[in-house]
């Protein structure tokens, strides 16, 4: 729905709408840098438009993150489990980061891909990979 339909059901401007969306991202930024700071994250992609970034935490031997905003606005963080013991752990791990990905951004991963393969996947839909690296 765009911003016009939305300020058509509400019956205000589409520049309210406008402000408001503007007002949220800001808060989303602020969220997202705030979180990586405090987790010492060094992000390698981050999409305000979509609350979603992609990076390593530093202090646990630069281990791969994906982190999104959910629908409720609470951080979702999802890690490279390749290092964790136990298969159970790894496959539900897994599976929560692959429904997650196949929901929100309509990509169909298959469940042989690596942690950093479903993050170069993301990465490369919404235009932000390059595939020469």
Request: charged fraction near 35%; include cysteine; aromatic fraction near 12%.
């Amino acid at each position: 729905m765009g911003q016009s339909e939305i300020a058509q059901k509400y019956g205000v401007s589409r520049q309210v709408v406008s402000r408001s969306i503007s007002r949220f991202e800001k808060e989303i930024s602020k969220r997202f840098l705030e979180f990586s700071d405090i987790s010492a994250i060094l992000i390698d992609y981050y999409d305000k438009e979509k609350g979603f970034m992609v990076g390593n935490i530093i202090p646990i031997n630069e281990l791969s993150c994906f982190i999104l905003v959910d629908d409720s606005n609470k951080f979702k963080v999802f890690y490279d489990t390749s290092f964790i013991k136990g298969q159970n752990n790894r496959k539900k791990a897994r599976e929560e980061l692959i429904s997650t990905i196949r929901t929100i951004f309509s990509i169909d991963c298959s469940e042989k891909m690596d942690f950093e393969q479903i993050t170069s996947l993301i990465l490369k839909k919404e235009g932000k990979y390059d595939d020469k690296k």
